[in-house]
């Protein structure tokens, strides 16, 4: 396997569920800053212009980060990536989902590419603020669903893969965690294949 990424981006979460799972695989970055997902050498492997992107062995190409998590968990049941239970398999499928599609996707893009959202550069601010009240809302949200869990349903899961990597974001952009995401975020930092995940995107 293969996995195309940039460091410290949303893509950390499959790079860390990769590392629990222990098979092996390549990692390709993709220099975001610089455009390179817009040229054509990326282009030909995922027209989309994103990140994550995983190269299956097969040759085939996976995208999309739930996808993604969801094939990784499904193909390695020995890794426990998703509870056996289904109704626990549907709350970590929500989770991540919220994770992706409405903190990162609604609240943290306003935040990082606010131009994306305000045609005109005098807006900026606003949608800045906007992304922020979208984040913190979503920080609550997943605080009250997590609730006294160590993890997002009870067990490491792949929505922990998920609300890592947007809280970890939360320090980048100086906005404060409730306590039990603060401390769900240092149980995170404390596994190896996290450690691992950040020593190797030059992040640790």
């Known amino acids: 396997?293969?996995?195309?990424?940039?460091?410290?981006?949303?893509?950390?979460?499959?790079?860390?569920?990769?590392e629990e799972i222990g098979k092996p695989y390549e990692l390709a970055a993709v220099n975001l800053r610089e455009g390179a997902q817009y040229q054509?050498?990326?282009l030909a492997v995922n027209p989309k212009s994103k990140v994550p992107a995983l190269l299956r062995d097969d040759g085939s190409l996976q995208t999309e980060y739930p996808a993604i998590a969801y094939w990784l968990a499904r193909t390695n049941p020995f890794c426990n990536l998703l509870p056996d239970?289904?109704?626990?398999q549907a709350r970590a499928l929500e989770i991540l989902d919220y994770c992706v599609a409405t903190v990162h996707m609604q609240g943290f893009t306003r935040i990082f590419r606010p131009g994306n959202f305000a045609p005109n550069a005098a807006d900026e601010d606003a949608v800045k603020a906007r992304g922020k009240e979208i984040v913190e809302k979503g920080f609550a949200t997943l605080e009250a669903a997590l609730g006294s869990k160590d993890y997002a349903v009870g067990s490491f899961s792949i929505a922990d893969s998920a609300m890592f990597y947007v809280e970890f974001w939360a320090g980048r952009v100086g906005i404060a965690l409730p306590p039990g995401l603060a401390a769900h975020l240092e149980r995170m930092k404390a596994r190896p294949s996290v450690q691992r995940?950040?020593?190797?995107?030059?992040?640790?």
């Open 1 to 18: 396997m293969k996995l195309y990424y940039a460091p410290g981006v949303c893509s950390i979460g499959i790079h860390v569920l990769l």
């Open 85 to 88: 239970n289904i109704d626990l």
């Open 197 to 204: 995940a950040l020593q190797q995107e030059g992040l640790a």
């Open 40 to 42: 054509p050498e990326y």
